[in-house]
């Protein structure tokens, strides 16, 4: 067995299952990035408002969320799932055709893969995971959410993780990362190392969707969920 079989065995991803035929997910880069300026552009009063919400009021305000053009092209708001006292919080970035339809984030081929990585780690979604996206409308055709998109969505996100209070964020893919690090740089620049987030550790790996797509970086996200492992292991001690 060479290292990469004995990696993707690891991850309980191999023999790969990707289905021949089956057109990989669609995800385009940011084009703009989240930055303090697109922040300042959203509805600050709005944002305050948010701040101050429960778990309750929070998912109330998402469901009847009207303040970007992304809902009136959806079906319904995702607003996240999991354990809302989790150590783990997982962040994606927005819900795709699947997750419309259900109402739940990562489901579908990414959200078996997402599954697959968690057990590999030991985690399970529910138990001491949350799992959350950026945006919780569905973008049209799958595309990346607009930077506007983001920054009007973004507030729910941050109040999702002051309620969880999270050890470790996972930031899966480049429009997580950025939008909870105010950058704009690729995950493989960004991979690797350890990232905060207001004081909480952030390790930024690829999305499972790109990873239907390219499953030799599966070797490197395993390497970024070791690094969280670590990472939980010493806030722990
Ligand atoms: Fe509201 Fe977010 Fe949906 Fe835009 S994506 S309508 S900000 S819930």
């Given at each position: ?89 997982f962040v994606g ?21 997402l599954?697959?990585m ?51 964020i996972v930031a899966l893919g480049k429009?997580a990362a ?9 995950i493989a620049?960004m991979r690797g190392k350890?990232h ?6 952030l390790v930024a790996t690829y999305h499972p969707?790109h990873l ?5 970086d599966k070797?490197k996200v395993w390497e970024d969920l070791c690094m969280a ?9």
């Amino acid at each position: 067995m060479n290292r990469e079989e004995a990696v993707l065995r690891e991850l309980n991803l191999y023999p790969l299952w990707q289905q021949r035929g089956q057109p990989a997910p669609v995800m385009a880069p940011v084009e703009v990035p989240v930055t303090e300026k697109t922040a300042a552009g959203s509805d600050k009063g709005r944002e305050q408002l948010v701040r101050e919400l429960d778990w309750p009021k929070l998912k109330s305000m998402v469901s009847e969320c009207t303040a970007c053009g992304l809902r009136a092209g959806c079906t319904q708001t995702v607003f996240g799932s999991g354990d809302e006292q989790a150590d783990w919080l997982f962040v994606g970035e927005g819900p795709g055709a699947d997750e419309d339809a259900q109402g739940e984030p990562f489901v579908g081929q990414a959200g078996k893969l997402l599954d697959n990585m968690l057990a590999a780690i030991k985690l399970k979604r529910d138990k001491n995971v949350y799992i959350g996206n950026v945006v919780k409308c569905r973008p049209h055709d799958n595309r990346a959410p607009h930077a506007d998109e983001i920054a009007s969505c973004l507030p729910y996100l941050q109040r999702q993780i002051e309620l969880v209070q999270p050890k470790l964020i996972v930031a899966l893919g480049k429009t997580a990362a950025d939008a909870l690090l105010g950058r704009d740089d690729t995950i493989a620049s960004m991979r690797g190392k350890l990232h905060d987030y207001r004081g909480i550790p952030l390790v930024a790996t690829y999305h499972p969707a790109h990873l239907l797509r390219t499953p030799l970086d599966k070797a490197k996200v395993w390497e970024d969920l070791c690094m969280a492992v670590a990472t939980m292991s010493a806030t722990e001690k």
